[in-house]
């Protein structure tokens, strides 16, 4: 029952609900309590103490907001409508004994069991509906991935999500820990502009094969990306190398010196600069990835974000059609300006969330490198701006010059290097950046509930208003001191 509920945390998420049935002592309370203890922080100890006299129990600090409820001394429907469910199923997992009482269940996304047995045996049959169906589903289908591999029969821990549609896990077994990575394909959504979707036309990544074409040709050329041990494309998953805690983010904001790693990562920048890249990269002998150009399109449909979530975010309605014509003519005149002449591969999300510092590893492999898997070809002071102007942490002005300073002394002798045609680049694709990241948090807070992210647009704001005053950016600074002038005055929080 325990390795049941542990299984069932992996995939479970807030909005849902899931249903014990069963006589006295067939288990419930033991799923209950172990399913707590698995949304846990690890090494969090607490008392999880069963809600048969109170009805109910909340648990704030696990990694999905939960409530467990007991219905078994409850007396009539309305004596259950003031335990307020309805309200609180809205940002937690609610965990029900006895829901025989709610009569008909009326949230769409319900796992029921049911667990009969004694003794040392149960059986119990699990009906999923909504996103435990689907949630369930992919459980099983995880499994069946891990049965075909050397982890079968490993351990498997939740180990984090992202703003996008991946999540991993922490497979146990032996000394050396490895990740579980769960990459469904993306379905294609509404199509935006000339029948094509934002994803599309923005060149994200459609299924795992991209991250793992990316991440072995990293690996063959010298870098620290994962190693991906297994994978399965269809299915979207794959077995791959756990690269350790030491994340730049972390150590950032934990007061770290981060002269060292960062001179190193701009060290791998400088080198990947130098590279003759591949436009496709076999996997295996049935899959092929072909890394597209990271051109005007996609860099327009990134910057019309800030217009159609940022704009109504601090407006608090929608920008009209003109303003985002007018904001894209402004970008089509800036672009041509960070063209490069050696287009070389960008990995797009090179910033302190995907870097991790390796030290006892030699020279550029110190520095190890995920999340590649959106990699296109483009300027190479795109992903340069992404390390030095984080969208999540602060970096020292002084650092950040130091290091721009380094990586155009390593650069200074190649043929197709220009210091002054690099800076001009390096603005414009931070402006870019930043007016994508504006709408990307703005997005992220008003669709998906993820506010957290919101905390992160003064220091987005304050590097755009840097970047808008370079000389090619005159016009673009003026749209926004008439339209945004709140981004220029550094968005106070």
Not at 140 to 160: H, N, S, V, Y
Not at 301 to 307: A, R
Not at 325 to 339: G, H, K, M
Not at 380 to 402: F, G, H, K, T
Request: glycine share 6%; with cysteine; aromatic share 8%.
């Amino acid at each position: 029952m325990e390795r049941l509920a542990a299984e069932m945390s992996l995939v479970a998420s807030a909005g849902s609900a899931i249903l014990l049935r069963g006589e006295l002592g067939s288990g419930k309370s033991t799923f209950a309590r172990a399913f707590v203890r698995a949304l846990s922080p690890k090494g969090a100890a607490f008392d999880i103490p069963s809600p048969t006299f109170t009805l109910l129990q909340t648990y704030d600090q696990t990694r999905v907001p939960l409530v467990h409820v007991d219905l078994y001394r409850t007396n009539s429907p309305s004596e259950i409508g003031e335990l307020g469910l309805d309200d609180l199923i809205g940002n937690h997992i609610l965990l029900i004994e006895w829901p025989e009482r709610l009569g008909i269940v009326p949230w769409p996304d319900v796992a029921m069991l049911d667990i009969a047995g004694s003794g040392t045996h149960r059986h119990v049959r699990i009906a999923g509906e909504g996103t435990w169906q689907a949630g369930l589903q992919r459980n099983e289908t995880i499994k069946a991935f891990l049965e075909t591999t050397p982890w079968r029969g490993a351990k498997r821990e939740f180990f984090q999500g992202d703003a996008s549609f991946r999540r991993y896990e922490l497979l146990r077994q032996g000394d050396n820990p490895t990740l579980l990575m769960d990459m469904q394909a993306r379905s294609d959504g509404p199509p935006v502009r000339n029948g094509k979707p934002y994803s599309a036309i923005a060149h994200l990544a459609e299924n795992i094969g991209a991250a793992i074409a990316i991440d072995q040709r990293l690996c063959k050329t010298g870098y620290s990306a994962p190693l991906v041990h297994a994978f399965n494309i269809p299915d979207g998953l794959a077995v791959i190398e756990d690269l350790g805690r030491e994340v730049f983010g972390h150590k950032t904001a934990l007061g770290h010196d981060m002269r060292e790693p960062l001179k190193a990562a701009v060290e791998v920048l400088a080198d990947m600069a130098k590279q003759d890249w591949p436009r496709t990269v076999s996997v295996g002998h049935e899959y092929l990835h072909r890394i597209p150009d990271y051109d005007k399109d996609a860099l327009l449909i990134e910057t019309d974000l800030l217009p159609s979530w940022f704009w109504p975010h601090l407006h608090g309605a929608s920008a009209l059609q003109s303003v985002h014509r007018q904001f894209a003519e402004l970008w089509s005149e800036v672009l041509p300006s960070a063209t490069a002449k050696k287009p070389c591969w960008t990995l797009r999300d090179f910033h302190s969330p995907n870097l991790l510092w390796l030290p006892e590893r030699d020279g550029l492999r110190r520095v190890g490198i995920i999340d590649t898997q959106d990699c296109v070809f483009g300027h190479p002071a795109y992903d340069l701006v992404s390390l030095l102007q984080d969208a999540r942490v602060d970096i020292e002005e002084d650092l950040s010059e130091e290091m721009l300073d380094h990586y155009c002394s390593l650069r200074s002798n190649d043929a197709d290097f220009s210091r002054e045609e690099f800076l001009t680049a390096f603005a414009v694709l931070g402006a870019q950046r930043a007016t994508k990241i504006l709408g990307i948090f703005a997005r992220l807070s008003k669709r998906d509930g993820k506010h957290g992210y919101l905390k992160h647009l003064p220091r987005l704001a304050h590097h755009l208003a840097r970047n808008l005053q370079h000389p090619k950016l005159r016009r673009m600074r003026h749209w926004f001191e008439a339209h945004l002038p709140a981004v220029l005055q550094k968005m106070p929080a």
